[in-house]
């Protein structure tokens, strides 16, 4: 991309992001997050991707990290302070990350919407299993999130979810050790798992080198 677009592109990210952090406040109850810091960390992730297309991936792939993120940054923040992954936010998703999937299939072939789909629904229905299984280890706004990111990563290629799943799992544990350390009362019921997923599938659809989209 041009680099006389970035700062263009951060703005427009910086605008998606705050519209998506006003959109929490939609949930009942509200789950109010800081506009200005999504605006800032979106605008930030949009640039950074904005530089990166066409050297770690196809152009035409942009969309989907850049949609990911603006509605990823509000979730994390959310499901931190309140430990719960607001719906107008997690529902959402599903439209806006399938019209950037289905876009780039265009560019990527048929089979990148095949992967998609299928793994969307795997994705959703392990998640919803676990969820039955074990109350505890995961919640409905987990399940929720989770077919629309399985839908993004099976875009990536068949090892992605794998390669996302351990990577969740690390931020996890870590997300353990540091209530555990400093003692967070509001995670005494356990740590939330929005962030390991939302950042996985982050690092995971915009990382170079790993993306066979073809």
Do not use: Q
């Amino acid at each position: 991309m041009d680099p006389i677009f970035v700062p263009l592109l951060a703005l427009t990210g910086s605008a998606a992001g705050f519209a998506a952090a006003r959109l929490s406040r939609a949930a009942s109850p509200p789950a109010v997050v800081s506009e200005c810091g999504c605006a800032l960390v979106t605008g930030l992730c949009w640039a950074v991707f904005g530089l990166c297309a066409g050297d770690w991936w196809p152009p035409w792939w942009l969309p989907v990290p850049l949609l990911l993120t603006a509605l990823a940054v509000p979730l994390v923040a959310a499901d931190l302070r309140y430990r719960r992954l607001p719906n107008p936010l997690t529902l959402t998703a599903y439209p806006v990350l399938g019209v950037a999937v289905g876009a780039a299939a265009l560019g990527g072939g048929p089979g990148l919407a095949g992967r998609a789909l299928a793994t969307a629904v795997l994705f959703a229905a392990a998640h919803g299993v676990v969820c039955l299984a074990a109350p505890g280890a995961l919640g409905a706004g987990d399940v929720k999130l989770s077919g629309s990111l399985g839908g993004v990563l099976g875009a990536v290629g068949w090892t992605a979810p794998a390669l996302a799943a351990v990577l969740a799992a690390v931020v996890t544990l870590a997300l353990v050790g540091y209530a555990r350390l400093r003692g967070l009362r509001g995670w005494r019921d356990g740590v939330p798992h929005g962030p390991g997923m939302l950042g996985a599938t982050v690092l995971v659809s915009s990382a170079p080198g790993v993306m066979p989209l073809h």
